[in-house]
């Protein structure tokens, strides 16, 4: 599956989005509507206004285009919809007015909704549903049934009903069904709800399954199997043109956006201006531990997180973060490669006027193929005084014979080596500079401008015990750390390398 790091949301999706529903804020993975194809969803929308919730922009594209029909064939275009969404975005409203629309629509059709657990379900069902419909001008249209297991809304004219199952093997047994809605479905932990509806719904030509769901945990094993499809349904879609017969959509924040930065909302609260404002989400960041508020608001999935190495100073590095701090002239730079080569990071380290070391990572992107061109433009615009890599048996030791190749060469005398010549760092290098790095954080000796993709490489770093010293962890890391690894490299090279190309040359030494 590709990355939410890589993924884009395709601009002739987001300009549909925009055109057919006013909607500013489109799902990062979203099935694009076919204006070809006719519809239900205007009529589930005229259900959601008699239910007292008139449809925001995105609870129309998302009803239009997973009630579109094949004109061929006239049943629905798609079998299951899968809806992943933050919370407090309306999605309760949506699935009631499908689900009206359903059996309101329809003759002897079977609706089933089911939630965390059927007790979960039965308040929902009586809590909101049945208020809802009674407060709305649909009021008189259905009757219900209020005994326990056997609890339904029941349209007058239609005879279809509405009920509500538990999550269990046996859910959905019985007659046919035509709609099955799994609600809250990071509270599933396997897909046993799903096997049993799936049966239900053989022999009903317009059956679909929904489910619907914030994000979960490292538990919701159903629910992050269904989004990993999801994802590559729609990557698949936008790169073939071929539809699938799921439709799918997520409202997602990538983890290298910041959670507190309202710019974030704005890619992934569809509802944010409309029934969310922006006072409220902060008051929630405000009051929730961060990982929840991830998993609520900015649909994460939330992972159980180990402890902190304890020898990467982490409290420490949030108060060295100056967004202002500009390299200075006397710099350093080092190429560093995750260990599945599946990124790679060029780190700066610059000496400024007050003596404090400024630290950036000037570029970042995935593969290796870009890094050995990218040094050697910056080493010819910036005239650093030194590039490095670590030895041969790191990830981006294979780029030193390219090096060598593009003309950044090692020194010739290992004793005196020449401004930008290309220094490979050996594993007791290594172990100094990562030390030295943990020393300089802890003394403040070292600025960083507080980029997102460093600072999350610093938070979740890992190290490996040399003798009674250590290094950084490609390995063991809980993300890609080659941001950090390249800095705290660079960091090095600047202090120990730097002041040896930088002293006066003496003609005499050559002699005596």
């Not at 489910?211 to 490292?218: F, L, R, V």
Request: glycine residues 6%.
């Amino acid at each position: 599956m590709t990355t939410s790091e890589t993924w884009q949301i395709p601009p002739e999706f987001a300009e549909q989005c925009r055109e057919l529903y006013g909607l500013e804020c489109p799902p990062l993975w979203g099935t694009p509507r076919r204006p070809d194809r006719p519809s239900l969803g205007p009529k589930a929308w005229k259900v959601m206004e008699r239910l007292g919730y008139p449809p925001m922009p995105w609870q129309k594209y998302v009803l239009d285009v997973a009630l579109e029909i094949d004109p061929d064939t006239g049943v629905f275009s798609y079998r299951e919809v899968g809806l992943s969404v933050p919370r407090q975005q309306g999605k309760t409203q949506q699935i009631l007015g499908l689900m009206v629309h359903r059996i309101a629509a329809w003759h002897r059709q079977r609706v089933v909704y089911a939630a965390q657990t059927r007790g979960m379900a039965r308040e929902r069902f009586e809590d909101e549903f049945l208020v809802t419909l009674d407060e709305s001008s649909l009021a008189g249209k259905y009757r219900t049934r209020m005994s326990n297991g056997n609890e339904a809304i029941i349209w007058s004219k239609t005879r279809s009903k509405l009920g509500i199952t538990a999550n269990t093997e046996k859910a959905g047994h019985g007659p046919p069904l035509d709609l099955g809605v799994i609600d809250e479905a990071f509270a599933h932990e396997d897909d046993r709800l799903e096997q049993a509806f799936s049966p239900a719904m053989l022999t009903r030509d317009m059956a679909q399954l929904w489910w619907a769901s914030a994000g979960g945990t490292e538990k919701s094993v159903w629910l992050n199997k269904k989004r990993a499809a999801g994802r590559e349904l729609v990557e698949r879609l936008w790169e073939t043109g071929e539809h699938s017969r799921i439709a799918y959509f997520e409202w997602f924040a990538p983890d290298e956006l910041p959670r507190d930065d309202p710019e974030t909302w704005r890619t992934c609260l569809p509802a944010l201006g409309h029934t969310v404002t922006e006072d409220t989400i902060r008051a929630e960041l405000d009051k929730l531990d961060p990982a929840e508020f991830d998993r609520a608001y900015l649909n994460r999935t939330r992972k159980q997180v180990p402890p902190q190495d304890p020898n990467i100073p982490v409290k420490a590095w949030a108060g060295l973060a100056d967004a202002d701090s500009q390299a200075g002239r006397e710099l350093a730079f080092v190429i560093e490669v995750a260990h599945d080569r599946a990124w790679s990071s060029i780190g700066l380290a610059a000496l400024r006027d007050d003596g404090r070391v400024h630290l950036e990572v000037v570029d970042r992107h995935p593969g290796t193929d870009w890094a050995v061109p990218a040094i050697v433009r910056l080493r010819a615009l910036w005239d650093p005084v030194a590039v490095a890599v670590a030895s041969t048996g790191s990830p981006a030791g294979s780029l030193i014979d390219d090096l060598v190749a593009a003309g950044v060469t090692t020194p010739k005398d290992k004793d005196r080596p020449m401004r930008g010549d290309l220094i490979v760092m050996r594993t007791g290098d290594i172990v100094e500079a990562c030390g030295q790095m943990a020393d300089a954080i802890n003394q403040g000796t070292v600025v960083h401008r507080d980029q997102a993709e460093l600072t999350a490489a610093v938070n979740g770093a890992r190290t490996r015990p040399f003798g009674d010293a250590w290094a950084l962890d490609r390995r063991r890391s809980l993300v890609d750390v080659s941001p950090f690894f390249s800095v705290t490299l660079a960091r090095w090279v600047l202090l120990i390398i730097g002041p040896q190309v930088s002293r006066d040359y003496d003609p005499l030494d050559s002699v005596y």
